[in-house]
């Protein structure tokens, strides 16, 4: 009869993931109080970079870089990373 490995990978791995998962224990996520409510700042960052990757597609528009930049949903998806980590970083003190 062969014998199942999974039992045994699962108990390996077991105390990495509780170690992982531990990670926001001692201080919690950044969140802001907006509205009377407490926000995550991980969405404010997030929304502020899907208005920052809107805003580049609108500057590529309006200066006519759109015939000349290739692959613009990659470009402005890049850039809105880029807005949003660096919203991020700076939120948190981290800049």
Avoid at 33 to 50: E, I, Q, R
Avoid at 55 to 83: D, E, M, N
């Amino acid at each position: 009869m062969k014998q199942r490995t999974w039992p045994k990978i699962a108990a390996a791995c077991s105390p990495l993931a509780l170690a992982l998962l531990g990670g926001c224990a001692a201080r919690g996520a950044p969140s802001y109080t907006l509205f009377g409510a407490y926000f995550p700042f991980w969405l404010l960052s997030a929304v502020t970079g899907v208005v920052g990757a809107l805003v580049a597609h609108r500057v590529f528009i309006a200066t006519g870089w759109v015939r000349k930049v290739p692959y613009q949903l990659s470009v402005c998806t890049g850039i809105g990373c880029v807005v949003a980590v660096f919203v991020w970083l700076w939120g948190t003190g981290q800049i």
